[in-house]
């Protein structure tokens, strides 16, 4: 009874804060969005001087349109088409699919690079950009036999 007429004397804030306490914290108002979902697709052996291609199909859970920039690295120097960046927007509903031909010549690895960048005039509509990280990869070899 006595903590009764306790509560009862205390003011809102402290009523509001032991109802927070009690209820905790609500994890469906978390956002979880993936901001870039990435699949690339080569092969993992080629013969020398054999012209390979590599897919890259991009992703992403935001609602909001997005600019990227997407481009190759390799563990070696290449020339040619290994060296094209595209720039595209990209939205939830619209996944973007980029291709690659260029021949190997030795065994190497190969990260797939996605920039989000500030441009205007790519997307139809306002893009944005995300808070947090911009630069996202993933990383896959291809074998010389």
Partial sequence: MHLLQLLFRAGPGVLLLVL???LGTNKAQ??????????????QVAKENE??????TIGTELRECMVIKTFLRGSHTMD?????????CLCEDYPRTFYWNFEV???MAIAAMVHIIEKEGICPNKAVVPNGQKYFYTIQGI???
């Fill in 20 to 22: 927070c306490l009690q």
């Fill in 30 to 43: 978390e956002d979880n969005r993936t901001v870039i979902k990435m699949n690339l697709q080569m092969p």
């Fill in 51 to 56: 012209e390979v291609t590599l897919k890259l």
């Fill in 80 to 88: 040619g088409p290994f060296n094209y960046n595209y720039t595209a």
């Fill in 105 to 107: 010549n030795r065994t």
């Fill in 143 to 145: 074998q010389i036999i």
